[in-house]
């Protein structure tokens, strides 16, 4: 079955350290997304890339890194830089206007 | 710059009842309009999509939306709640450059029996 696939569920991270989240897709679909999630505060939207090799930063992209090497692979690094990186994360991908495709979200947790 | 609000935080509706969860947007020209479901810890579910032709769209699980272009609403209704609908309810448009998805802050949904 296709879909997205997200990993870890669950990740701890000690002060100072960098985490990488995994977000693998087999749709075929050119676009992805990382949001953040926070309670009450909705989808916030870190980056997205629409082809390989090209990302943009979106809305609260301080602190976090992305890369896109290949189609199926959109991984998200959080640095330390991100002063308060306990939320959920969730990845998406499209291949048009037909809406995101989700996958079942990382939690994050500063320990 | 575009927005959406869900007016709503938190609404609870009895089993069987009708439900009807508002979303006001902010934009320029014609939007293109979604509303997904979100149960806890999980990712969310796309229910329906309006881009453009009948504003009212039928989606997944029983649930409708009606685009109302003259209250900038989109409305996300269901005639008989089921306990299962318990969970968040996320309203979205896309951006005018059509790059991303600019979600609302969320309705939680709790059914009473």
């Known amino acids: 079955d296709g879909g997205i696939t997200q990993s870890p569920k669950y990740l701890f991270r000690k002060e100072g350290q960098n985490v990488t989240l995994s977000c693998e897709q087999n749709?075929?679909?050119?676009?992805m997304y990382w949001y953040r999630q926070d309670p009450g505060q909705g989808l916030r939207l870190i980056y997205y890339?629409?082809?390989?090799?090209?990302?943009q930063k979106g809305d609260i992209a301080e602190g976090y890194s992305v890369s896109r090497e290949k189609k199926e692979s959109f991984p998200l690094t959080v640095t330390s830089a991100q002063k308060n990186p306990t939320a959920f994360y969730l990845c998406?991908?499209?291949?048009?206007?037909?809406?995101?495709?989700f996958g079942s979200g990382t939690r994050l947790t500063v320990v | 710059a575009q927005s959406v609000t869900q007016p709503d935080i938190h609404i609870t509706v009895s089993e069987g009842a009708s439900l009807e969860l508002r979303c006001n947007y902010s934009?320029?020209?014609?939007?293109?309009l979604f509303w997904y479901v979100q149960s806890p810890g999980q990712g969310l579910q796309l229910l329906l999509k309006?881009?453009?032709?009948?504003?009212l769209v039928q989606g997944i699980k029983g649930f409708e939306a009606e685009f109302k272009r003259s209250q900038s609403s989109f409305n996300l209704r269901k005639p008989s709640v089921h306990w299962s609908d318990a969970a968040e309810y996320f309203c979205?448009?896309?951006?005018?450059?059509?790059?991303?998805?600019?979600f609302g802050k969320g309705t939680t949904l709790s059914v009473s029996s």
């Open positions: 998406a991908s499209s291949s048009n206007y037909a809406g995101y495709t």
């Open positions: 749709l075929n679909h050119d676009a």
């Open positions: 890339s629409q082809i390989v090799n090209d990302f």
């Open positions: 934009y320029g020209a014609t939007p293109y």
């Open positions: 309006y881009f453009s032709g009948d504003t």
């Open positions: 979205a448009v896309l951006t005018q450059a059509g790059t991303a998805l600019i």
